[in-house]
């Protein structure tokens, strides 16, 4: 099997999506020691708890 070498542009964009499927709900819950259920109740969305940190 032949893997195709990736150049850096398509490295770097492979790194960002990694990184952005690792900021999920599930690891921030489990990182602050609290269940997914604990987020939604102090936060509607992803996006206002994003946007939270933002401020």
């Known amino acids: 099997m032949n893997k ?3 150049t850096h542009e398509e490295r770097k964009q492979e790194t960002r999506k990694i990184l952005l499927e690792s900021a ?9 020691g609290f269940t997914k259920g604990a987020i939604y109740t102090h936060f509607k969305s992803k996006e206002e708890l994003f946007l939270a940190l933002l401020e």
């Open 24 to 32: 999920s709900v599930d690891k921030i819950a489990e990182f602050a």
């Open 4 to 6: 195709k070498r990736l």
